[in-house]
C-alpha cells in the first residue's frame, strides 16, 4: 500500500472521529461546566439607624454595658527619621571684648551677686567673672537711687568680635535683679573672626522636611499590631507627637552641613470589636421584632465612630452610628446543598417556605439550563439587602 493510500484512508476514518470527540467534549462542557444558577433572596429584613455614646478608657478592665463602658487598649510606635540641610548660621569665633562693671545696689540691704551674672545694655551683653558683694545704696533722692555706694567686677562679653568693644559710661541692667544695674567702662579687646555654625533654622528647616512623611507608614504599623490583638481602631485617637531632633553637629557648632535626627512617637486607641457590636445590639434591641428577626449585620464595618469629648488621651467619649441589618437568617451554604440538582419549580419552593422569604428570583445560565447544577460552585445565593434609610445626627443613647 503506497503512502498516498495510508493517508486518504487515514483521513477518511478519522475525520469523523475527530468530530465525534470535538461533539462529545462540547456536550459534557455546555452540560456541566457552562451552567449556573444565581437566587436572590428577597426576605422581610429591615435597616434601623443605631446611634451609641461610650466611653473608652484604658483604665477600664472590663465592658460594662449598663454603663456603657468599654475597656481601650493604647498602641505605641516611634518613626525616626532623617534629614541634611546647608548650615547657614553665622558665629563670631573672635576674642570677647573685656572690661570692668561698676554694681549700684538699689534696695536696704547688702547683696551677693554671683558670677556669671549677666549685664545687658541695647543688645549687648557682658557676663561678671567673679562673685560680688554690693552694699546697699543710702536711700534715694527725687525718686531714684542715690547710687552713692558701688563695687567693681571684671565682664567678659558673652560672644566675641568687635562689636562688644564699646566705650564708657553705658547703663546696663542685670538679670539678677531689677533693682542691680551697673555702669561700664570701656569694653575692649574683642577681635572678628566669622564662621558658618549649625542655626537653629537650619535645625527647624530639616524638621520641616520631615514633617508627615512617616506618618502614614506608622499608622499603618499600629493598625496592625491593633489587628494582631483583635482590636478596632479608632481612627481619631491617632496622634502624632512633637518630633525630637538631635543635630549632628549640634546647634552653633561650625560646620558647612548638618544631618538632623527627628524620632517622632505615633499613638492610637483601640477596642475589641465584639464590646461596640454588644452595645449596637442592646441599641436596636428594642428597635426590632425579636420573634421574627435577628440581627444579621450590625452595621460596624462602615461605621464612623467619632470623638464627643476628650478627657484626656486615654478617656474619650465616642459615638458611634450604625446600619443594623434585621431579618431572618438564612445558612446560604445550607440552602445551596437544599437545592442542588433541583428544578426551578422545586428551588422556589424550597426557599419560598422558609421563614421571613418574600420573593425568589432564579436566574439559569446559559439560556437552556433548566435546572440548578449539581455543584455547589456553580450556584451563587444573593440575599437583598433593604434599602438604607438616611443617616441621621440625632443624638445617641448616652451612658
Given at each position: 500500500?503506497?503512502?498516498?493510500?495510508?493517508?486518504?484512508?487515514?483521513?477518511?476514518?478519522?475525520?469523523?472521529?475527530?468530530?465525534?470527540?470535538?461533539?462529545?467534549?462540547?456536550?459534557?462542557?455546555?452540560?456541566?461546566?457552562?451552567?449556573?444558577?444565581?437566587?436572590?433572596?428577597?426576605?422581610?429584613?429591615?435597616?434601623?439607624?443605631?446611634?451609641?455614646?461610650?466611653?473608652?478608657?484604658?483604665?477600664?478592665?472590663?465592658?460594662?454595658?449598663?454603663?456603657?463602658?468599654?475597656?481601650?487598649?493604647?498602641?505605641?510606635?516611634?518613626?525616626?527619621?532623617?534629614?541634611?540641610?546647608?548650615?547657614?548660621?553665622?558665629?563670631?569665633?573672635?576674642?570677647?571684648?573685656?572690661?570692668?562693671?561698676?554694681?549700684?545696689?538699689?534696695?536696704?540691704?547688702?547683696?551677693?551677686?554671683?558670677?556669671?551674672?549677666?549685664?545687658?545694655?541695647?543688645?549687648?551683653?557682658?557676663?561678671?567673672?567673679?562673685?560680688?558683694?554690693?552694699?546697699?545704696?543710702?536711700?534715694?533722692?527725687?525718686?531714684?537711687?542715690?547710687?552713692?555706694?558701688?563695687?567693681?567686677?571684671?565682664?567678659?562679653?558673652?560672644?566675641?568680635?568687635?562689636?562688644?568693644?564699646?566705650?564708657?559710661?553705658?547703663?546696663?541692667?542685670?538679670?539678677?535683679?531689677?533693682?542691680?544695674?551697673?555702669?561700664?567702662?570701656?569694653?575692649?579687646?574683642?577681635?572678628?573672626?566669622?564662621?558658618?555654625?549649625?542655626?537653629?533654622?537650619?535645625?527647624?528647616?530639616?524638621?520641616?522636611?520631615?514633617?508627615?512623611?512617616?506618618?502614614?507608614?506608622?499608622?499603618?504599623?499600629?493598625?496592625?499590631?491593633?489587628?494582631?490583638?483583635?482590636?478596632?481602631?479608632?481612627?481619631?485617637?491617632?496622634?502624632?507627637?512633637?518630633?525630637?531632633?538631635?543635630?549632628?553637629?549640634?546647634?552653633?557648632t561650625e560646620a558647612s552641613e548638618v544631618t538632623v535626627?527627628?524620632?517622632?512617637?505615633?499613638?492610637?486607641?483601640?477596642?475589641?470589636?465584639?464590646?461596640?457590636?454588644?452595645?449596637?445590639?442592646?441599641?436596636?434591641?428594642?428597635?426590632?421584632?425579636?420573634?421574627?428577626?435577628?440581627?444579621?449585620?450590625?452595621?460596624?464595618?462602615?461605621?464612623?465612630?467619632?470623638?464627643?469629648?476628650?478627657?484626656?488621651?486615654?478617656?474619650?467619649?465616642?459615638?458611634?452610628?450604625?446600619?443594623?441589618?434585621?431579618?431572618?437568617?438564612?445558612?446560604?451554604?445550607?440552602?445551596?446543598?437544599?437545592?442542588?440538582?433541583?428544578?426551578?419549580?422545586?428551588?422556589?419552593?424550597?426557599?419560598?417556605?422558609?421563614?421571613?422569604?418574600?420573593?425568589?428570583?432564579?436566574?439559569?445560565?446559559?439560556?437552556?439550563?433548566?435546572?440548578?447544577?449539581?455543584?455547589?460552585?456553580?450556584?451563587?445565593?444573593?440575599?437583598?439587602?433593604?434599602?438604607?434609610?438616611?443617616?441621621?445626627?440625632?443624638?445617641?443613647?448616652?451612658?
Amino acid at each position: 500500500m503506497s503512502e498516498l493510500t495510508r493517508r486518504v484512508l487515514f483521513a477518511l476514518v478519522g475525520a469523523p472521529l475527530t468530530v465525534a470527540l470535538i461533539f462529545a467534549g462540547g456536550w459534557i462542557f455546555a452540560a456541566t461546566v457552562l451552567p449556573s444558577a444565581t437566587i436572590a433572596i428577597d426576605t422581610d429584613s429591615t435597616t434601623v439607624v443605631s446611634n451609641v455614646a461610650f466611653t473608652a478608657n484604658t483604665a477600664f478592665n472590663d465592658l460594662d454595658l449598663e454603663k456603657a463602658e468599654v475597656p481601650a487598649v493604647l498602641k505605641e510606635v516611634k518613626k525616626t527619621d532623617t534629614e541634611k540641610a546647608t548650615a547657614t548660621g553665622k558665629k563670631d569665633n573672635g576674642e570677647k571684648a573685656s572690661g570692668t562693671m561698676t554694681v549700684f545696689n538699689c534696695t536696704d540691704n547688702d547683696a551677693v551677686v554671683p558670677a556669671g551674672t549677666v549685664f545687658t545694655n541695647s543688645g549687648y551683653s557682658f557676663t561678671s567673672n567673679t562673685e560680688v558683694m554690693v552694699p546697699a545704696s543710702d536711700g534715694f533722692i527725687s525718686g531714684g537711687c542715690k547710687k552713692n555706694k558701688s563695687a567693681s567686677v571684671a565682664v567678659t562679653a558673652t560672644s566675641g568680635g568687635t562689636t562688644s568693644n564699646l566705650g564708657a559710661n553705658r547703663e546696663y541692667t542685670s538679670n539678677f535683679s531689677s533693682t542691680v544695674t551697673g555702669l561700664g567702662s570701656a569694653m575692649t579687646g574683642g577681635t572678628s573672626s566669622l564662621v558658618t555654625v549649625v542655626s537653629q533654622s537650619d535645625i527647624d528647616g530639616a524638621v520641616a522636611k520631615m514633617k508627615g512623611r512617616l506618618d502614614a507608614e506608622a499608622k499603618q504599623d499600629l493598625l496592625k499590631n491593633l489587628k494582631t490583638d483583635g482590636l478596632k481602631a479608632l481612627d481619631e485617637t491617632f496622634t502624632v507627637s512633637t518630633p525630637v531632633a538631635s543635630p549632628t553637629p549640634a546647634l552653633n557648632t561650625e560646620a558647612s552641613e548638618v544631618t538632623v535626627k527627628a524620632e517622632t512617637t505615633y499613638t492610637i486607641l483601640g477596642v475589641k470589636a465584639d464590646y461596640i457590636s454588644q452595645l449596637i445590639k442592646k441599641d436596636v434591641k428594642a428597635k426590632i421584632d425579636e420573634t421574627k428577626q435577628s440581627i444579621l449585620d450590625d452595621g460596624l464595618g462602615d461605621a464612623p465612630i467619632r470623638i464627643a469629648n476628650k478627657k484626656s488621651p486615654t478617656e474619650l467619649q465616642m459615638t458611634v452610628q450604625s446600619l443594623v441589618v434585621a431579618g431572618p437568617e438564612l445558612d446560604a451554604d445550607a440552602i445551596k446543598e437544599e437545592i442542588k440538582g433541583k428544578k426551578r419549580g422545586d428551588v422556589e419552593k424550597i426557599i419560598g417556605e422558609k421563614t421571613g422569604v418574600r420573593d425568589v428570583t432564579i436566574t439559569y445560565k446559559p439560556f437552556w439550563v433548566l435546572s440548578t447544577p449539581k455543584s455547589v460552585k456553580k450556584i451563587t445565593i444573593v440575599i437583598e439587602k433593604p434599602e438604607s434609610p438616611e443617616k441621621t445626627e440625632s443624638e445617641p443613647n448616652n451612658p
